[in-house]
């Protein structure tokens, strides 16, 4: 009997967050989200502004992406050059409270960028919204929060801390 709680226990943890082998971590996806490194990502074929993506997401019970270093970057870009029409998408990325201070929408501390060179240069005084721009390799423009985008939406596996279910 208490072989098989602990069968059963061990089996759900499993199925609802995923798991890791060979210092890789899998996750299980709800349909149409991609698993990469413990994270589950949407990618958002609708232009909304930058406020409604997060919504969006959130309803989701995720947060536009938050990109944590160039090997998650680098997974991103492969697989925005192969999503079609080419296209800006949103992160959750923005300096909206205070300006020239970007913070993620996860309030994960911010730790790797990938702007591209002269950004962010807030354009014009009204530019507070990070994107992943096509016409520069997927590297990082901040325009005005207002424009309307595709976006990608990071649901993150309990063991990074999010503090929601993935699976
Ligand atoms: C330029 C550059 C960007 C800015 C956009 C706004 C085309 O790029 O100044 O930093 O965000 O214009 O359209
Ligand atoms: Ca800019």
New binding site residues.
Partial sequence: MAKTSLTIVVLFTIISTGFTYADKVFTFCPDNWLSYEGSCYYFHHTKTSFVEAEHSCQNLESNLVHVNNVQERDFLRDHLNHQLPVAYWWMGLSDDDIEGQFRWTDNQPLTFTDWFP??P?N?NGV?DCAMFDHNHNFKW???ACNQQYFSICELKSESQGAGSLVG
């Fill in positions: 002269g950004e240069n354009a530019e423009n901040d325009v």
